[in-house]
């Protein structure tokens, strides 16, 4: 029989050790021939990625050895760090940063030189035997130089700093570079400050001679104010691309890319792939990452898809002769990384219940075998919270989304008259999403008898272009608006406690914490950044290329608007401040430095107010190391009780908070 408690203090046989354990990275997925590959983050081996393999005979193990951690820095978010070929592997390792082959049996071997130079995103040329990719190039004065370059696979060349050759470069940056079939043809993106990726790319196309070099050069599709997606191509040559062109993310078919086609021509020589698909699906994702995927040809004449309605993901086959669109696996969630070929799918894929997994898909029979788990913790369902998706009223007369978490302890209940403690999420980005997966961190408060608001501001993904570009002029104020509406919401029904109301987020989400701390400081109690911008002009003039412009379409070009920079960071509005804050930042952080946060804390701190401040060597823009993460979701408990004033369950290791009384 359930124990009456006070809401906070119940105990959770989830530890913070538990969710530190189980929180495998998964992604990057693979189909080789009979094997399976994939990228395993390993918050137990210090957040270092290992590449895997899953045999035909079912055996799992390591493909690189434990002093190569296989990540990407190009962007600063990576991604695109590896690709299997005929059972050879090519990685790149995070420390030196150099690629690397992997043939079976043999020890790693560099194919390029060392230096400031970071890849990403490959494609194979096996005829002309080299790797296509994106170089980010740190060697020169000012922002780093983005191009395509062509890698020869001898590494014996990898000595010779002007080895890679540049085959594609004027733009400020690149993705997805994608050979045809034959090999006569290269596809790729590239875009221009200020746009990110989901506000305008363009696809380019050009024909590849026997040297290697690209002639005949055209853009195909997209433009400053249309985001291309992950072109890619049909096994009977035909270049495949998901556009926003129509207001939502769809996947179109082009016959303009070929060597017998090479007129630029209009929009209406692109087909919709799919006929019946809602209106408001969304078949794309903001490529914050390279090597993400919605699509992958599975046979001739078929797609696997995913798309997103509403802010929930779904998978789906598509015949390309008929556009229809039939859902499979609907007990699926799937997440950025999907492979196929005729007979299985492999994705990344969760549920409300069950934590993300690497799962193979017959896309026949529709059974599912989980190849991989992202946690070996087996929960009861009597502690897991499953999202309920809200939609509520904000201001402007506008609309937002979120996911509500209500407490749950099969163990506890809450004296009758009370209602929970509520943290609202604010998620970063800004321009990406919540999800509806299980997340064990937001386990690890419901479990406790927190409630939780997950919550989709304007601005974020799934939702379509327009909700997109909502936050456009507004970063701090709309964003802002939405998770104080959505407490409101919460409050007014009667499912969340608004005088125990902690926001809590990072990154973007961080910042979001913070101007809604300080600039609406009658409505959270606490909060809890996570290395999150304090100060927009500091971050415009110290933070790294990929998002060096991003600010002047969320906010407004800079230096014109320096006032508007001034006016809307929270450093500057610390007289408004009111209520507790806890702050956690990566020492190594080159997104949002770790200035940022120190700045944030002696401000605090100076007025008064109670303020915590946990730094963590080694650790970048997202931890990802056990011990960090045990430590902060045991201090932000920790915290809570010390500011609400009840006593965890848990045995917490005492945090420092200057200006407690």
């Known amino acids: 029989m359930a124990r009456e408690a006070a809401y906070g203090t119940w105990a959770s046989p989830l530890s913070a050790a538990a969710v530190a354990a189980g929180g495998l990275r998964l992604g990057s997925v693979a189909l080789d021939g009979g094997d399976i590959y994939w990228l395993e983050g390993r918050p137990g081996e210090g957040g270092r990625y ?30 695109g760090s590896d690709l299997v070929v005929d059972g050879v592997a090519f990685i790149v390792n995070f420390a030196g940063p150099r690629v690397y082959r992997l043939l079976p049996g043999q020890p790693p071997r560099p194919i390029t030189p060392e230096g400031a130079w970071f890849h990403a995103d490959f494609a194979l040329d096996a005829r002309r035997q080299r790797l296509i990719c994106v170089r980010e190039d740190h060697t020169g004065p000012g922002e780093a130089v983005n191009t395509l370059v062509s890698i020869p696979l ?65 853009q195909i599709a997209g433009g400053a104010t249309e985001s291309i997606y992950q072109p890619g191509w049909s096994p009977d040559g035909a270049l495949y691309y998901v556009s926003d062109r129509s207001g939502y993310w769809h996947l179109y078919r082009s016959d303009r890319s070929n060597r017998s086609n090479r007129s630029e021509g209009s929009e209406g020589s692109d087909r919709l792939v799919i006929r019946d698909a809602p209106a408001d699906a969304e078949f794309g994702r903001p490529q914050w990452v390279f090597g993400s995927s919605t699509w992958q040809f599975a046979g001739r004449s078929r797609v696997l898809v995913s798309y997103s309605r509403q802010g929930q993901w779904h998978l789906a086959i598509v015949d390309t002769a008929t556009g229809a669109l039939q859902d499979i696996a609907p007990a699926l969630v799937p997440h950025e990384w999907m492979a196929a070929n005729d007979t299985h799918a492999i994705v990344i894929a969760g549920s409300a219940t069950q934590p993300d997994a690497v799962v193979r898909l017959n896309l026949t029979s529709g059974a599912v075998e989980t190849v991989r788990r992202g946690s070996t913790l087996q929960i009861d369902e009597g502690y897991v919270s499953a999202p309920e998706p809200i939609q509520f009223n904000t201001t402007g007369g506008a609309q937002a989304h979120a996911f509500y978490y209500a407490p749950r302890n099969k163990d506890f209940a809450a004296p009758p008259a009370e209602r929970p403690p509520v943290i609202v999420i604010s998620h970063g980005g800004p321009t990406s999403a919540a999800r509806s997966t299980l997340d064990l961190q937001i386990q690890y408060w419901t479990s406790r008898g927190f409630a939780v608001a997950d919550v989709n501001y304007r601005g974020s993904s799934g939702y379509g272009r327009a909700y997109r570009e909502r936050l456009n002029g507004q970063w701090g104020i709309a964003d802002v608006d939405d998770v104080i509406s959505a407490l409101r919401f919460l409050s007014v029904e009667g499912r969340a406690d608004a005088g125990r109301a902690v926001i809590r987020g990072g990154s973007a989400g961080g910042y979001t914490t913070l101007a809604a701390l300080t600039f609406h400081p009658d409505v959270f109690r606490a909060g809890a950044s996570y290395y999150g911008v304090s100060d927009l002009e500091v ?36 007289d408004r401040l009111a209520c507790p804050l806890i702050l956690f930042q990566g020492l190594e952080d080159k997104v949002v430095p770790p200035n940022q946060s ?64």
């Not at 393999?53 to 978010?77: C, E, M, Q, W, Y």
């Not at 506000?199 to 690209?214: F, I, K, Q, S, Y």
């Not at 701190?605 to 902060?632: M, N, S």
């Open 50 to 79: 290992a590449l895997v393999k899953r045999a035909p005979d079912g055996s799992i193990g390591d493909v690189t050895p434990r002093d190569l951690n296989v990540r990407s820095r190009v962007h600063g978010f990576g991604g």
């Open 154 to 218: 001898d590494e014996g060349e990898a000595r010779d700093a002007d080895t890679p050759q540049v085959i594609a470069s004027g733009y400020d940056f690149y993705s997805t570079p994608r050979l045809s079939p034959d090999g006569s043809t290269l596809s790729w993106l590239a875009w221009r400050h200020p746009n990110m990726p989901w506000d305008g790319t363009e696809l380019w196309v050009a024909d590849v001679t026997a040297a290697g070099t690209l002639e005949h050069a055209r």
């Open 539 to 574: 971050l415009e003039i110290d933070t790294h290329k990929f998002e060096s412009r991003y600010s002047h379409t969320l906010i407004a070009p800079y230096p014109a608007a320096k006032d508007v920079y001034r006016e809307r960071s929270p450093i500057h509005a610390i």
């Open 598 to 661: 120190q700045m944030m804390a002696d401000a605090v701190r100076e007025k008064g107010l109670p303020v915590a401040y946990l730094a963590f060597d080694g650790e970048q823009h997202g931890f990802r190391k056990a011990e960090t993460i045990i430590r902060c979701l045991e201090a932000e408990l920790y915290f809570y009780g010390a500011i609400f004033g009840f006593t965890p369950a848990d045995r917490i290791p005492p945090v420092p908070i200057d200006n407690l009384r």
